[in-house]
């Protein structure tokens, strides 16, 4: 069965620092995998995704996302991040029955 | 601009009560899904549904019902609310390919006193 781990609860960085959120996942089929970010008091919005093809993805507002079928890992990096980007980041694979598996998710605090 | 809303941010309820929760979506999806959100727990998914009057389990079923009459509406139940089940609920919806974004509400908070 899939399963997805982040290996991080908390994540604290100062403002204009580099951050990576850690996600591992396990898959006997094949993986489509993708980052969701929830701002405070909203709703759960797609980051990114990795379907096929290059194993490097990036979003619109500056994250990206490495694919590493060796590891089974899917980590979210960001080369410096602004106090907008504090939201929880969750990671999710999809299981062989189209049903998405989330992670436990990351909350991700940028400070001042 | 699409959108998923959901009938109301904050419930509070007492244990017993029988508890309905509104999802409605405007981009004509045909896959509607509830989970619920629990600190340390992500997000697990309690069913979904992948057309008009059709509903799957998902991994925690228990203690909860569906109903999909309208392929815009998709309504969550609580046939007696306990207090294990405070939590917060989201509703998402997408296009029926599995690589397909799900696009989701803000939620519900939900507290069962």
């Known amino acids: 069965a899939q399963s997805v781990t982040q290996l991080d609860s908390q994540v604290p960085v100062f403002e204009e620092a580099p951050v990576e959120l850690r996600c591992n996942y396990s898959?006997?089929?094949?993986?489509?995998l993708f980052w969701y970010v929830q701002y405070p008091n909203q709703g759960l919005q797609l980051l990114l995704k990795?379907?096929?093809?290059?194993?490097l993805v990036e979003s619109i507002n500056g994250f990206e996302a490495e694919f590493n079928k060796s590891q089974t890992s899917f980590h979210l990096r960001k080369p410096s991040v602004h106090i907008s980007d504090t939201a929880e980041y969750f990671c999710?694979?999809?299981?062989?029955?189209?049903?998405?598996?989330f992670g436990q998710g990351t909350t991700l605090q940028v400070k001042p | 601009d699409v959108k998923v809303t959901q009938s109301s941010r904050y419930l509070v309820k007492r244990t017993g009560e029988k508890v309905f929760l509104e999802c409605v979506q405007d981009?004509?999806?045909?896959?509607m899904f509830w989970y619920r959100q629990d600190p340390g727990l992500g997000l697990r998914l309690i069913y979904f549904?992948?057309?008009?009057?059709?509903?799957e389990k998902g991994d925690i079923p228990e203690g909860y019902s569906v109903s999909r009459e309208k392929k815009e509406r998709f309504s969550l139940i609580l046939e007696s609310a306990s207090t294990n089940q405070t939590s917060m609920y989201l509703c998402?919806?997408?296009?029926?390919?599995?690589?397909?974004?799900?696009?989701f509400g803000p939620g519900t908070r939900l507290t069962v006193l």
């Open positions: 999710a694979v999809i299981s062989n029955t189209g049903k998405l598996i």
């Open positions: 990795y379907l096929s093809g290059s194993t």
């Open positions: 898959s006997s089929v094949s993986v489509y």
């Open positions: 549904s992948y057309d008009v009057k059709m509903k």
């Open positions: 998402a919806s997408s296009p029926p390919a599995w690589d397909n974004e799900q696009f």
């Open positions: 981009m004509d999806h045909e896959n």
